[in-house]
């Protein structure tokens, strides 16, 4: 069965979480009718989706229409409306102390921001999750995009993937670390990476991978953790944003006033 993967998704408290579902479900379904579609959680301190969904859970507060159940054995939950599946996998971010991202899908643990690249990578596999170099704006340049080629020298495939956005311009050149990546061995990730603006809610599942898994969605998610790690002829879907839209939501996030951080 076709699925459509999302493997970046912020979710900020200036979100309405049946909106973004929502979106989610007609971004998907504009890409390919009929497809699962499975969002990868990348969440900042100080949000936790996640929890907020295992308390509806608990609950058995349906949002907006779409029903929760448990997946077994996963570290996801099943959200259901109509035709349409949602599977919500947890997943962190974490800013090192070099001022770099590493994300940790597949996994509900926490860490500490501040700390070394190099230990937050072990520690997401020690915890069995999947650790992700994110390409960032102007992240992967001068002193830190050397770090991020040391990375990926002293790290293999199976312990690290690296990941592309969509919010990255389409006429930007593909940095020179995703060639040394490609030829190491390691997979290419690719998702929204939504910011802390209201109107990004609606990009959410707009672009991502396709991938053919499993019907049983239990079994898919397991298959899913496995297949990020390893390099294939990914397929992707969705288109990436215009110069003039990247240099817009760059203005809108430093003139934001939207109560999209913690505490607000």
């Given at each position: 069965m076709q699925y459509h993967i999302d493997t970046h998704v912020h979710v900020y408290h200036c979100y309405e979480p049946g909106t973004l579902l929502n979106e989610a479900s007609l971004n998907s379904n504009r890409s390919g009718p009929g497809a699962n579609l499975i969002l990868c959680l990348t969440e900042s301190r100080g949000f936790n989706f996640f929890q907020y969904l295992k308390d509806q859970l608990k609950t058995q507060k349906p949002i907006a229409g779409w029903s929760l159940s448990e997946i077994?054995?996963?570290?996801?939950?099943l959200l259901r409306s109509d035709n349409q599946n949602i599977i919500i996998v947890a997943g962190r971010q974490v800013i090192t102390k070099q001022g770099l991202e590493v994300l940790a899908l597949f996994s509900d643990q926490t860490y500490d921001d501040g700390r070394d690249i190099q230990s937050i990578i072990d520690q997401i596999n020690e915890?069995?999750?999947?650790?992700?170099?994110?390409?960032?704006?102007?992240?992967?340049?001068?002193?830190?995009?050397?770090?991020?080629?040391?990375?990926?020298?002293?790290?293999?495939?199976?312990?690290?993937?690296i990941a592309d956005i969509s919010a990255r311009p389409a006429l930007w050149p593909q940095p020179g670390q995703f060639r040394i990546a490609r030829e190491s061995g390691y997979n290419c990730l690719y998702g929204t990476d939504p910011l802390p603006i209201g109107y990004e809610q609606h990009r959410v599942a707009n672009a991502g991978m396709i991938m053919e898994l499993p019907s049983d969605i239990a079994e898919a998610v397991a298959e899913l953790?496995?297949?990020?790690?390893?390099?294939?002829?990914?397929?992707?879907?969705?288109?990436?944003?215009?110069?003039l839209r990247f240099i817009k939501d760059q203005l809108m996030l430093r003139l934001n006033r939207q109560p999209c951080v913690p505490g607000h």
């Open positions: 077994a054995k996963q570290p996801a939950i915890n069995v999750g999947i650790a992700v170099l994110p390409w960032g704006v102007g992240k992967w340049l001068g002193s830190r995009g050397a770090i991020i080629e040391k990375i990926l020298n002293d790290n293999e495939p199976g312990k690290l993937a953790k496995n297949r990020l790690l390893q390099q294939t002829e990914n397929q992707y879907y969705g288109n990436r944003v215009s110069t």
